[in-house]
Nanobody, 112 residues
Framework: QVQLVESGGGSVQPGGSLRLSCVAS????????MGWYREAPGKGRELVAA???????VYADSVKGRFTISRDNAKNTVFLQMNSLRLEDTATYYC??????WGQGTQVTVSS
């Protein structure tokens, strides 16, 4: 059974940084495209960043230059480094694979 477990969320002030991690188990991690999504209150779930099996990356325009997605196939882990956080980055962040498995989410709150 595939399981994705996120961690690393928290509360930070604007301009701060957080690093999210997602550990996958039960999957052929190295063969899967992995993504980070987020869902803010009253809004739909949106793609934040994704990384392919060959480490090619895509980002939402709103996070380009501030967030970096990476993966460590030896540890079955995908990361999201978030810098220069803004109030509008506040959301629950979810890890996803391209077999449509989802983690439980980790909360990121940016407030002054």
């Amino acid at each position: 059974q595939v399981q994705l477990v996120e961690s690393g969320g928290g509360s930070v002030q604007p301009g701060g940084s957080l690093r999210l991690s997602c550990v996958a188990s039960g999957s052929t991690f190295e063969l899967l495209r992995m993504g980070w999504y987020r869902e803010a209150p009253g809004k739909g779930r949106e793609l934040v960043a994704a990384i392919s099996q060959l480490h090619m990356t895509v980002y939402a325009d709103s996070v380009k230059g501030r967030f970096t997605i990476s993966r460590d196939n030896a540890k079955n882990t995908v990361f999201l480094q978030m810098n220069s956080l803004r109030l509008e980055d506040t959301a629950t962040y979810y890890c996803n694979d391209d077999e449509d498995h989802w983690g439980q989410g980790t909360q990121v709150t940016v407030s002054s």
